[in-house]
């Protein structure tokens, strides 16, 4: 070892910091050479960015916000040009590309995350242990000079990324605060989130830079300086009143935020795209109003961001199927909405009787094998059968027994609206697969595809965001589905197919490593990494991202109950 490449490998050993930024900006030159590559960097830029310059002003500005940009689009960002992120799709040329980079820099650039962590404890000439406010891990800083100014109840936002020896070193673009209304706000904020969602919460970095990095904080004040953003639901509304002022008539502001609802902001969503929530909103303005729309699109991005953050992305949870009876009012104005939404008459009244606790008149059938076979259950179901009936009259027919799961699924929403892109993405990515329902690769290819096609349908009929929200997971999974069937089929635990009703359900992991069976390295829901050994011939199977449900014993031996696509990831931005 000597010359060029001996001096940088010693460096990248004895300087953490530099190795991360070294290994970024390779990664960055070999991302920005592929295809397609320079477009999507500036497109995300311009979503990102809470800054109108483009990225290279900002850069000769010394904006921090480029550095935060550079580790999301390359660490965590799905592009739909590399069919992944440049950290996984790039991985073999940029290991090649410099002494060094895989021992010591993919462990950092792989297991880094984004959170907002508050000082514990400060700990004199060494660092600090922080907690993770969203997900409640805990992470030791190693950073001497930090503890001199940090005090306890600081927040620091942005990356860390692990080190040998269970410390962590913070992103040379992250930032701290001082602010306890700062805090109290967050927690409150985030504490009904994690009654909503009931698990933990990541915060990608494109939500971190709208909630803390948005212009109006100036500059050049201090960390200590700087003041909370306003309360997240105060963010709602100021817009909503901004709309209200502008003319805008009850029903539209509340479409407006409906759109939001069902549509929540993901860590690789571009944030005003014209497909988006805010940018459908601001092409409404545009036409309706006089508004400066440079104010209504701040206002609505925040609002929208807030929106995501409370927890308002999962559906309200109907209440158990268990319940005897509902209020008469209640059960009279469901069948009135589900009958509005096209649902099938006969069905929905005998659903009505059944919620006034009413005898139908399926309870005056004395023999059950006298009846007709049953339609799709549920308001979804008919929903499903009148798609099919579409795509036979338009010569398009798609095969019924490839959405029967799919009905099956969905039996349970009283309402289509009901149904979102959160339920679409757990179907296709863990019921179809902790069911059995598929057997093989062809018949995951099958439903996926006629899956597609009846979200594309509600959509086009029914205004119903299922498809377009989710294009990158379709093409992810039109790859990923037919292969974890496939895996599967040969290595997943019998009772995976019952794991509502098992005591234990193991863990779920994702993949980081399988290079090394006797050592593969999956991450749990927390972020601590784990060593697995598994088989040589299931790992050649295998692909980082994807996600295993096992029970590991203490000698590394994992039982496999399920394995799942990468897509699965989505469900805990």
Not at 287 to 294: A, M, Q
Request: negative net charge; hydrophobic residues 45%; charged residues 25%.
């Amino acid at each position: 070892m000597g010359g060029y490449n001996g001096a940088m490998l010693e460096r990248m050993q004895k300087d953490p910091q530099f190795a991360v930024t070294r290994g970024l900006e390779v990664l960055q030159t070999l991302t920005l050479a592929s295809p397609g590559m320079d477009a999507e960097w500036v497109e995300a830029w311009a979503g990102f960015s809470q800054v109108p310059e483009d990225f290279e002003s900002a850069l000769r500005q010394g904006s921090a916000s480029c550095g935060r940009f550079r580790e999301w689009f390359l660490l965590e960002r799905h592009s739909p040009a590399l069919m992944g992120t440049p950290i996984d799709r790039l991985i073999d040329p940029w290991r090649a590309s410099e002494e060094g980079f895989q021992e010591i820099v993919e462990p950092m650039l792989q297991a880094s995350f984004t959170g907002i962590l508050e000082v514990r404890e400060v700990l004199a000439g060494q660092g600090a242990w922080l907690r993770d406010i969203s997900g409640f891990g805990e992470y030791a800083l190693a950073d001497p000079n930090s503890s001199n100014h940090l005090e306890p109840g600081d927040l620091l936002v942005g990356r860390l990324y692990p080190l040998p020896g269970s410390v962590h070193l913070a992103s040379g673009h992250a930032a701290w605060f001082r602010s306890p209304e700062l805090r109290t706000a967050l927690e409150r904020d985030l504490g009904k989130a994690r009654e909503s969602r009931r698990s933990i919460i990541r915060i990608g970095a494109p939500q971190l830079e709208v909630m803390f990095f948005a212009p109006k904080i100036p500059a050049g004040q201090g960390a200590a300086e700087r003041t909370a953003p306003p309360d997240l639901s105060e963010a709602v509304n100021e817009a909503r009143t901004y709309l209200a002022q502008a003319g805008l008539e009850s029903d539209v502001v509340q479409s407006i935020f409906l759109a939001m609802r069902e549509a929540p902001m993901a860590p690789d969503q571009i944030l005003t795209s014209p497909s988006d929530p805010v940018g459908r909103a601001l092409e409404l303005l545009a036409f309706e109003t006089d508004l400066d729309l440079s104010q209504a699109r701040a206002l609505l991005t925040r609002a929208w961001q807030a929106l995501s953050i409370q927890a308002l992305l999962p559906k309200t949870a109907r209440k158990a199927q268990a319940q005897e009876s509902l209020d008469v009012r209640e059960a009279v104005e469901r069948f009135a909405q589900a009958r509005a939404g096209g649902g099938d008459l006969d069905m929905l009244l005998a659903n009505l009787e059944r919620d006034l606790g009413l005898p139908g008149s399926s309870d005056l059938v004395a023999d059950e094998e006298d009846l007709p076979a049953p339609d799709f259950p549920g308001v979804v179901g008919a929903m499903v059968e009148e798609f099919l009936w579409d795509a036979e009259r338009m010569g398009t027919p798609v095969a019924r027994h490839a959405l029967e799961p799919f009905a099956q699924f969905a039996a349970k929403f009283g309402l289509f609206e009901e149904l979102g892109q959160r339920d679409i993405l757990s179907f296709a990515t863990f019921w179809v697969l902790e069911r059995g329902v598929l057997q093989d690769a062809r018949q995951a290819e099958e439903t996926l595809l006629a899956l597609e096609a009846f979200c594309r349908w509600a959509e086009q009929e029914h205004s119903l965001n299922l498809h377009s929200a989710l294009e990158a997971e379709w093409a992810g999974l039109r790859n990923n589905l037919p292969r974890v069937t496939e895996i599967n089929s040969r290595w997943a635990s019998p009772s995976a197919h019952a794991l509502e009703d098992t005591a234990d359900p193991g863990q779920l992991f994702a993949l980081r490593d399988a290079t090394i069976p006797e050592a593969c390295q999956v991450i749990d829901r927390a972020g601590q990494v784990h060593t697995a050994k598994l088989p040589v011939e299931l790992c050649q199977q295998l692909r980082p991202g994807d996600h295993l449900r096992a029970r590991i014993d203490l000698h590394g031996v994992p039982e496999i109950l399920c394995i799942y696509p990468p897509e699965a990831s989505a469900l805990y931005r």
